[in-house]
């Protein structure tokens, strides 16, 4: 695979796919802009070498054609305060003018092309699409981890058209870092997965079953574990048809000598909102009426002990509904055990996208673990051992 590190991009147009995904508000101003952040090593480097830029992401989930709010035309002035150049816009992806503006770029310079989904045929992975969209570059660029396993026009399918296929700067990060966790791994090995359904993390569980020593399970597939082990859950999320599920794992940890460590104890709420009454139970005795939202301090107390052993940590999901500040107490406190135990124990700590990287980067703390994911989704099917269609066109 060719990598923009051994690439020389000298008048050359490269054609970049970019996570550029970012959370904005009412104003459309960006909330989070860890996704561009991570990409500046990448552009920077082609725009060093002598090329020009041409930038494709996607933004939201617009279901019929063009809408305000996922414009891409809103991130066109923080594009170019960061990278310091006024970034051209153009407001359709495959037009003529979007040609046009991408044949008369000059070495230095940078164009962002209206939001991909604006077109159905993206997501589809449509070949006349990608056809389009590959008249304006002739080096592909390949940074969207984040989307690496789906197979559309612009993060696979696009491949096909171009002779000269380079992984990004994140993408070669994304992988190098994920296989250091699967296969040079320095024990112990823990693993924390956390979110509210086994049914979501059931491969990556019983795949990690095979290469931790320690797997710690939090957030709302916990209450499943609790029904399987013959407990009471009150009205916490669950799921019921999973609870065989549940048993055989625990079943599995035990055969292959993984300590499988559940909360002793949660936080419950009688009504699902930040300023609801609130009590701490031990595990599987959640009365009726009452839901569990967070882990509770044994099981805190517990989690860091082990994260303060690790050597290696990969974590994916939150302990709790961190959403709300009152159940936000498990999750923080498992991100300030990571990073200690990264900082003062030398551990490698990778954390696995999505909420758990919005938790780690609200505490200010993505600067202080080893490696912050940008693809929740991708990086647990490439854990999975599966093909992404994303990586895979930059291999063919």
């Known amino acids: 695979m060719q990598t923009v590190a051994n690439f020389n991009f000298a008048g050359k147009k490269a054609l970049v796919r970019v996570d550029f995904n970012v959370p ?3 104003r459309f101003e960006i909330t989070d802009d ?5 990409t500046i090593p990448t552009i920077q480097k082609i725009l060093k070498d002598g090329g020009s830029v041409v930038l494709m992401s996607h933004l939201g989930r617009p279901k019929d054609g063009p809408v305000e709010k996922y414009s891409l035309k809103h991130l066109v002035t923080p594009l170019s305060l960061v990278f310091g150049v006024k970034v051209k816009f153009t407001s359709d992806c495959i037009s003529d003018e979007a040609v046009e503006l ?13 939001n991909l989904r604006f077109y159905k045929e993206e997501e589809k992975g449509d070949v006349d699409f990608a056809q389009k969209l590959a008249r304006l570059g002739n080096v592909w660029v ?4 984040g989307t690496a396993h789906r197979a559309h026009a612009s993060t ?12 990004g700067y994140v993408m070669q990060a994304e992988l190098d870092n994920a296989q250091k966790i699967l296969e040079y791994a320095e024990r112990p090995f823990t693993a924390i997965m956390g979110g509210s359904k086994i ?5 990556i569980i019983e795949r990690l079953l095979d290469k931790v020593d320690n797997l ?3 957030g709302g597939m916990t209450y499943t574990f609790s029904l399987a082990e013959g407990g009471k859950i009150g009205k916490s999320i669950s799921e019921p048809d999973k609870v065989e599920l549940a048993k055989e794992l625990i079943e599995k940890a035990k055969a292959k000598g993984v300590n499988l460590i559940m909360p002793l104890d949660n936080v419950c709420a009688d009504d699902f909102n930040n300023n609801a009454n609130r009590q701490t139970v031990e595990r599987g005795c959640i009365p009726d009426g009452w839901e569990g939202l967070d882990i509770g301090p044994k099981s805190v107390a517990l989690f860091q002990e082990t994260i303060a052993k690790s050597k290696t940590i990969l974590w994916n999901g939150p302990m709790g509904v ?5 159940f936000a107490i498990g999750t923080n406190a498992i991100a300030d055990a990571v990073v200690k135990a990264t900082e003062e124990n030398g551990a490698f700590s990778l954390i696995g996208g999505g909420d758990s990287a919005s938790a780690v980067n609200n505490a200010g703390y993505g600067d202080r673990v080893s490696y912050v994911s940008t693809g929740g989704g991708a990086l647990l099917e490439y854990m999975e051992g599966k093909t992404l269609p994303g990586v895979a066109a930059l291999e063919a």
Do not use: C, H, P, Y
């Not at 696979?156 to 380079?166: L, N, R």
């Not at 961190?322 to 009152?326: D, H, I, P, V, Y």
């Open 142 to 145: 390949n940074d969207a981890f």
């Open 199 to 203: 049914s979501d993390k059931i491969l």
């Open 322 to 326: 961190f959403e709300f500040s009152n």
């Open 156 to 167: 696979a399918v696009i491949g096909q058209f171009f002779t000269d296929k380079v992984s």
């Open 34 to 38: 860890t996704r561009i952040k991570a």
């Open 216 to 218: 710690i399970i939090g």
């Open 24 to 26: 904005l508000n009412d």
């Open 102 to 114: 991408a044949n008369g770029l000059q070495a230095g310079e940078i164009l962002l092309i209206e």
